[in-house]
C-alpha cells in the first residue's frame, strides 16, 4: 500500500494568515493526488484534484502544487470557515489511501 | 448536482453482516464513472474500503476484500456495501461516493451513516 503522511498534525493559525500543509507519499504518484477538507459531522469536500487543479466552487484561496512524492496545499489568507481538518489522497493505485489529516484551529 | 444518500441499520450485532446501500439522483449511475464506499471509525481517517464501474468490475481494499461485496443495481441506480463477519473496530460512518475514472478523486459524497457493531 502506499503511505500518505501529512504534517504537521494539527495547526494553530489565525483569520488572514497563510497556511500550508504537506503530504508526503511513500512512493511516486506522479500527480494522482487529491485534497478534501472535512468539517464536524460532515462528508469530506474536494477541494483540489491531480494535485493542483481547483475543483468547481472551491475559492481561489486554495492552492495546491507537487508532483512525485511531495505535494502542499496553500490556503492563502485563512477565512473562518476554512478552520476544519484537511485529508490528502493518492488515486495513482488501488488500495486508494488517505493522510492522517491535519486539524486546522483558530489561534 | 449529483445527489447521493446512504441508508441502512445503524445497529449491527458482531458477526453478522452490515448491508448499506447508496441511492444516486440527479445522475444516471450507468452512464459512466465509479462509485466507491469509504469509511471513517469516530475520531479517525478515511479509509477506502471499494469501487464499482457501472459495468459490474469492482475494486477492493486487500485489507478488508475477504468481506467485503459491492454490487450495483441501475434499474434503481444505486448501489450496495455488504461487509461480513463483523466487529467492533467495524464501527464507522460510512460514506459512499463518487469516483472520477481519470484522475481518481471523490467528487459526490452522501451525507455518511453512522454503523454500531455491538450486541
Known sequence: ?107 | QVQLQESGPGLVKPSETLSLTCAVSRYSISSGYYWGWIRQPPGKGLEWIGSIYDSGSTYYNPSLKSRVTISVDTSKNQFSLKLSSVTAADTAVYYCARRIAVAGQFDYWGQGTLVTVSS
Not at chain 1, 502506499?2 to 483569520?15: G, H, K, N
Not at chain 1, 487529491?34 to 481561489?60: D, H, R
Not at chain 1, 486508494?96 to 489529516?101: A, V
Open chain 1, 1 to 107: 500500500d502506499i503511505q500518505m503522511t501529512q504534517s504537521p498534525s494539527s495547526l494553530s493559525a489565525s483569520v488572514g494568515d497563510r497556511v500550508t500543509i504537506t503530504c508526503r507519499a511513500s512512493q511516486t504518484i506522479s500527480s494522482f493526488l487529491n485534497w478534501y477538507q472535512q468539517k464536524p459531522g460532515k462528508a469530506p469536500k474536494l477541494l483540489i484534484y491531480a494535485a493542483s487543479s481547483l475543483q468547481s466552487g472551491v475559492p481561489s484561496t486554495f492552492s495546491g502544487s507537487g508532483s512525485g512524492t511531495d505535494f502542499t496545499l496553500t490556503i492563502s489568507s485563512l477565512q473562518p470557515e476554512d478552520f476544519a481538518t484537511y485529508y490528502c489522497q493518492q488515486s495513482y493505485g488501488t488500495p486508494y489511501t488517505f493522510g492522517q489529516g491535519t486539524k486546522l484551529e483558530i489561534k
